[in-house]
């Protein structure tokens, strides 16, 4: 997977979610990286490999155990894992697999259906699938902008697209290809018996005005994992760690540093 590095002392693993890539973290690589080792990897299929063959599969599986094997390679013992959105899911499971590669975890605004005891099994709302068809099909058939437009705004705030920087604009669209490929690969449920068997320090993060399918997933997460933390990002969105950096970085340094 391709990486950025940045910085020297406790090693700070970056996780980008849908649409992103390693570029998506830069405020933190350089806000952080005065006293941290900070790498942000893109997950296989992302910029700058978005082109990789079809027969390669696009998965949340194999992403959770890419993390791991990175890590083995890079040699640099457990780290403290930063994961957002979609990333959060597969950071997630990586730390389920692998627990051995992590000093402690950081979900902001997880992404993910939750199972929650006694209800029935988490589903997208017919609304949501509706609209991320919709998203994929105009991307598929060449109107890339249009897609992610339409994506970007579900997952965050009307008009989120429109404000986002050109920086941001570019990253996403680098990467269109993955989306109509993330549908078809749904992220696993959130269950209560895995977050209890989770045993590093956790930090969960939200935005106050992120949409209320990551709020829910933070406020059930909150119950259910044992060694847990939240903070919450005022006047944010989805997008909390771009429109928030230093307050962003301050909790992830704020929480790395109690277990040191």
């Known amino acids: 997977m391709p990486y950025v590095e940045r910085g020297a002392g406790p090693l700070v693993l ?5 649409l992103c890539d390693h570029r ?6 350089a806000g952080l990286s005065a006293h941290y080792r900070c790498v942000a990897v893109s997950l296989t299929h992302y910029w700058p490999l978005a082109d990789l063959p079809p027969p390669a599969p696009f ?15 890079l040699d640099a013992g457990p780290a403290h894992v930063v ?3 979609r990333g959060g ?11 051995q590669h992590l000093q402690t975890l950081t979900l902001a605004d997880p992404g993910g259906p939750l199972s ?12 949501v699938n509706a609209l991320r068809a919709r998203a994929a099909q105009l991307i598929e058939r060449g109107d890339p902008e249009a897609g992610v437009q339409l994506f970007v705004d579900s997952v965050s705030r009307v008009g989120s697209w429109a404000k986002s920087t050109p920086a941001f604009r570019a990253m996403a669209l680098d990467n269109a290809s993955t989306l109509p490929r993330q549908f ?3 992220l696993p449920a ?5 977050a209890w068997s989770l045993r590093c320090p956790t930090l969960l993060i939200d935005g106050e005005k992120s949409p209320d399918l990551f709020r829910r997933n933070v406020n059930m997460l909150e119950g259910w994992v044992p060694d847990v933390r939240r903070q919450t990002i005022r006047g944010a969105s989805h997008g909390m760690n771009l429109a928030h950096p230093r307050a962003f970085n301050a909790h992830i340094d704020e929480f790395i540093r109690e277990q040191q």
């Not at 970056?14 to 849908?18: A, N, P």
């Not at 998506?24 to 690589?29: A, C, F, G, I």
């Not at 899911?89 to 627990?99: D, S, Y």
């Not at 959130?190 to 895995?194: G, H």
């Open 83 to 85: 994961a957002h959105s």
């Open 184 to 186: 078809q690969d749904p």
């Open 14 to 18: 970056f996780v980008h979610g849908s």
């Open 116 to 127: 929650a005891p006694g209800q029935p099994h988490a589903v997208l709302p017919d609304t």
């Open 24 to 29: 998506y973290w830069q405020p933190q690589v």
């Open 89 to 99: 899911a597969v950071a997630f499971q990586f730390a389920l697999r692998h627990p």
């Open 59 to 73: 998965s949340w599986s194999r992403h959770a155990d890419e993390l791991a094997v990175f890590l083995e390679k």
């Open 190 to 194: 959130y269950r209560r018996e895995d």
